[in-house]
């Protein structure tokens, strides 16, 4: 958390949500100047909705706090939707060593956008956690999902409301500590399962 908060660009203002660590992660956060939001409720989904409520900047985005991601590269994300080129812009993941995308995970995400290009006819590649959009256009898409098929279903909901999605590289690099989901089958699996319910939908 200090590495990825201590990056983040002029602009930007951090939010982090914490929902139910048991290691002091919001307090750490506080410690370093972000502004954090408890959300009781466990899942991704259900995090990053609470970050998105209580987000006030007019365009909002989203960035996993593992490392994996370095917020610099946040400004790539906005840049389309200032200029009007975009309405959601992800960030399409560029492993910037072999062992930053275990196989698994890399497998699961092919497979889910294989599906989604088939669905919609959006031409994406990654279902990556960076991405950037308007606050209100996205509370606009009641989005329901609070585990994770969240991202998905953002994207799937999007694509139905006629929404222009553009992708940007960014680097994944190496996630710092261990992870419950990232290169776990069972992760890949729970991920897999939720995301597959979004698109039975």
């Given amino acids: 958390m200090p590495w990825v908060l201590g990056k983040m660009p002029a602009g930007f203002r951090p939010l982090v949500v914490d929902n139910c660590s048991t290691d002091g992660s919001g307090d750490l956060a506080r410690s370093l ?16 909705h609470a970050g998105l409520l209580a987000a006030t900047a007019d365009l909002v985005c989203f960035c996993d706090c593992d490392g994996s991601l370095d917020p610099r590269q946040l400004p790539l994300l906005t840049g389309p939707l200032a200029t009007g080129q975009a309405d959601l812009v992800l960030g399409r993941r560029a492993a910037a060593q072999r062992d930053a995308w275990p196989f698994p995970v890399r497998l699961a995400n092919w497979e889910l956008a294989r599906r989604v290009r088939r669905r919609t006819g959006l031409k994406i590649r990654d279902l990556g956690p960076m991405r950037a959009a308007s606050r209100e256009a996205l509370l ?51 991920t897999v ?3 597959s319910q979004v698109l039975a939908r």
């Fill in 193 to 195: 399962r939720d995301m």
């Fill in 33 to 48: 100047g972000a502004t954090v939001v408890s959300e009781p409720a466990r899942g991704f989904g259900a995090a990053a």
């Fill in 140 to 190: 606009g898409l009641n989005l329901a999902d609070r585990r994770f098929g969240y991202p998905l279903e953002m994207v799937m909901n999007a694509a139905a409301a006629g929404w222009r999605v553009a992708e940007v590289e960014v680097a994944y690099l190496p996630r710092i500590g261990k992870s419950k989901v990232t290169g776990t089958v069972r992760g890949c699996v729970r």
